[in-house]
């Protein structure tokens, strides 16, 4: 996966949260670039030199130059070596001076960078570094400068996240699940369509990495929802036949008031003039003998 | 300092890690008791204490502490607490004439300025000093809170190099220990507060998240904490990165118990 990550050359965009932090992954790119015998320039805002050279073998570390802008970045205290030109000076030095295929170089992180600086201004100075290749002569294989950029999203607006990815080649978006950390990976190769892919990984304190299944979750997608039709198990009819139809519309429903009807019960029948009430009470039913509506004048 | 969450967070006042940045952070609720918590538990680790309080008075830290067996008049007199109090510290910046610069000087400053002095302050205070006198394990700076510098005008960026500064300074340098409160409002709009929450948590060693319940107030659970360790690269241990816990606050102490596993509540 490193390698797939490095092999383009230009901007490396590590893109992390609060929750998975990229600086390990950053870590493993380095030492990566330094086995590969480069020498990796390291723009150092947010952690000390300890901190960051924390976990490298020494003969990583050797290849390692750190410039510091943790201690004293807006030059408060007087008495450290300060960067008269600041961050971007520094990177525009690196550039100047040393062939592009020989070295690395990381900001750590572009966040800091960006809330301190323009973004154009930034932007402009990240693409003159990539750009470097169209000065070296043409018969060697163009090779580009190789830019590693910490950059942590929430810190920053969908404008200059944008403006940042539109310049690298390849784009790290950090997360995870269940505890395991994923990157989705954007590789922008020249004339192709760009490529998506996502590993998951976690990192070994040597910072070498460590390539793991996709979570159990992710790998057993739920099966896919079959359309059940909802009408095939009625125990009611949606539709009727033609002869049902007919039936209904014979027959007459019992509160439609016809002349038949009306007949029927002005003139009744000779069963009904017949008929008789039979009561004989019980032997134990206790009759009252007083009239119950006694209380009601009428 | 309440033994319970030492015990969450695998610590004690003897064996307190040092150079490190912790970030407390409250969301639709009150957080002011890691406050007080951390503040007594250095106050006993023999921590020398400088804190920067921007939210209320001496006396209500001071009977706060009291109540966990902590004196702050005491320790002020002993010289292990550096007590700033925001409070009574503003006024001065605009009654009293001075010839250096104040800590709170952005408050008299038409544009907003940063926090140098309010950085040289903590400096000062935290120097390392060989007086012969008793020694002070490690040095630690305390502030509640952060977001009350953005109400006061100071932008996010600024309040977030005055915290690099003090990373640089205590944590780095002294190996020495931060502890802030930031607040989260919970509100997409305010961008300050965002970038600096986020900018303070990319920053941080260690988070510790109160929020309260999304179902509101209770009586027998006052909110929920969510324990977030970044920067962990030992596999080894096997412990989770990230743990959130329910609580409940008592006169003295807060006790901390599982989700939905209130005693109240089974």
Redesign the interface.
Known sequence: MLDSLLALGGLVLLRDT??W?G??LLKALIKKSALCGKQVHILGC?V?E??FRE?FDSDINCRLIYHDF?????N?SKNVKAFPGGPLEVLRALSKRTPPSSVTIVLDSL?WLL??LPCTTLCQTLHALSQQDSHSDDNSPVKKVHVLGLL?E??HGPGPVGALCSLAQTEVTLSGML?QMSAHILLRKPQQRPTHQTRWF????DFSLNLQQVPAQESHPDPPITQVDPTTHLTFNLRLSKKEREAKDSLTLPFQFSSEKQQALLHPGPGQATSHIFYEPDAYDDLDQEDPDDDLDI | MFPELNNLLNTTPERAEQGKLTLLCDAKTDGSFLVHHFLSFYLKANCKVCFVALVQSFSHYNIVGQKLGVSLTTARERGQLVFFEGLKSSVDVFFQAQEEPHPLQFLRETSAGDLRPLYEFVQEALKPVDSGEVTWRCPVLLVDDLSVLLSLGVGAVSVLDFVQYCRAAVCWNQKGNMVVLVHDSGDSEDEDNDILLNGVSHQSHLILRAEGLATGFCRDVHGQLTILWRKLLQPTTQRERSLTYQYKIQDKTVSFFARGMSPAVL
């Open positions: 609060v929750e932090e600086r390990s947010e000390s300890e901190e976990g943790f201690r004293d970045p807006l408060w966040s809330l301190h942590h929430e810190l505890g976690s990192i070994l304190p």
